[in-house]
């Protein structure tokens, strides 16, 4: 059973920047298409970033483009969101995700893996205005 752990939120000031981390367990991490989508209160969850399986390619939502960045370290089983230039709006908990077969497909980034989509637990990022 993979596990995902989330690390790296907290409370900033608009306009600073955080890095968040996921650290993956198991043997396949380098299998999957990985992502980071969050949910503020009172509102659905919305992908924010996504990379595929080499990292070769990635995808981010409109709202978080030329803020945020996603990478891996296949490696280390490890994947990180730069955010950059916060915005309140960008308050939520967010969560790393191995992305299923097709929200992988739908966000265009490639994967190996033909699961469903797998979450982690979350880290709440406070951004203050």
């Known amino acids: 059973q993979v596990q995902l752990v989330e690390s790296g939120g907290g409370l900033v000031q608009a306009g600073d920047s955080l890095r968040l981390s996921c650290a993956a367990s198991?043997?396949?991490?380098?299998?999957?298409?990985m992502g980071w989508s969050r949910q503020a209160p009172g509102k659905e969850r919305e992908f924010v970033a996504a990379?595929?399986?080499?990292?070769?390619?990635?995808y981010s939502a409109d709202s978080v483009t030329g803020r945020f960045t996603i990478s891996r370290d296949n490696a280390k089983n490890t994947v990180d969101l730069q955010m950059n230039s916060l915005k309140p709006e960008d308050t939520a908990v967010y969560y790393c995700?191995?992305?299923?077969?097709?929200?992988?497909?739908?966000?265009?980034?490639?994967?190996?893996?033909?699961?469903?989509?797998?979450w982690g637990k979350g880290t709440l990022v406070t951004v203050s205005s």
């Open positions: 995700a191995i992305l299923g077969a097709a929200t992988a497909q739908a966000m265009g980034v490639r994967s190996r893996y033909y699961g469903t989509d797998y």
């Open positions: 198991g043997r396949t991490f380098s299998n999957y298409a």
């Open positions: 990379i595929s399986w080499s990292g070769g390619s990635t």
